[in-house]
């Protein structure tokens, strides 16, 4: 179970970080989504906000065919997270290193945080930035 106030922090969070992410008036477009029922509100969320890909574990939530008519890309963490660090090496291991800096409670290191990212879902790009290390 979600603590409820840990998740309104963890929202502000991100608000305050991105202030220019929150997509709203998606609504009407929901029942249009031919991906998951669950998951409509997602990709509608992504085609009103004009999102290149929706990065998720669920996958096969969002098949070629609900999402190719809004050339909506889907990724997994893994795979988004490779091409991030393909794309910009320095600045990702750089902010790893800040992030794992940030934490008072474990993981407070670098290998740490990778040993988290592998378990979550993120083991090939664990595996791929201990490799550049």
């Keep these: 179970m979600v603590d409820e106030a840990a998740a309104k922090r963890l929202v502000d969070v991100m608000a305050a970080a991105f202030p220019d992410s929150a997509v709203t008036g998606y609504d009407a477009l929901v029942p249009d989504m031919r991906n998951d029922h669950k998951d409509r509100h997602v990709l509608a969320a992504a085609v009103r906000g004009e999102a ?3 990065v998720t574990l669920n996958v096969r939530d969002f098949p070629d065919e609900a999402t190719g008519p809004y050339e909506v890309e889907v990724l997994c963490p893994d795979d988004f997270l490779l091409d991030l660090l393909d794309l910009a090496p320095a600045e990702v291991l750089a ?11 474990e993981p407070r290191d670098l290998h740490g945080l990778l040993d988290r990212g592998a378990s979550g879902g993120a083991a090939q790009f664990a595996a791929e930035v201990r490799r550049r290390l």
């Design 52 to 54: 290149h890909a929706v």
């Design 95 to 105: 902010v790893l290193r800040r992030q794992a800096a940030g934490y008072r409670r």
